[in-house]
């Protein structure tokens, strides 16, 4: 039987803080442009804490970690699959992906 892999088609992306920018408002709204066909969900600082206060054992590893984005990026991958896209990228088209192989996650960040 031939398993075609399968990424469900939503972008995370994560913003360190509350209010987010003018700069990065452009970026995202320019990222949904590009990828109609994708479901968004932004991840902040304030949803961070509210789903903390209701999961102790998540709180602990955060608790644990120095790095709050990797520690999100993670969780959120690992439990709902998707594309988690760096904040500052906004010319991404992920349906050019679709040759790329994976099952459930995969990470675009800045060329650095």
């Known amino acids: 039987m031939y398993y075609e892999p399968i990424i469900p088609r ?6 360190p803080g509350r209010r987010v920018t003018s700069r990065h408002r452009k970026n995202i709204r320019k ?13 902040t ?3 961070i ?7 102790r054992k998540a709180l602990r590893k955060f608790r644990e970690s120095n790095n709050k984005k990797e520690l999100v990026k993670k969780y959120v991958l690992y439990n709902y699959g ?5 904040i500052d990228e ?3 088209k992920l349906d050019d992906y679709s040759g790329f192989v994976a ?3 995969f990470t675009i960040s800045p060329k650095g």
């Open 10 to 15: 939503i972008i995370f992306q994560y913003y």
């Open 31 to 43: 990222l949904i442009r590009n990828n109609i066909e994708w479901g968004y969900l932004l991840i």
């Open 45 to 47: 600082d304030a949803d």
């Open 49 to 55: 804490e509210e789903f903390l206060a209701n999961n």
């Open 82 to 86: 998707g594309a988690f896209v760096d």
């Open 90 to 92: 906004c010319n991404v």
């Open 103 to 105: 099952t459930r996650t």
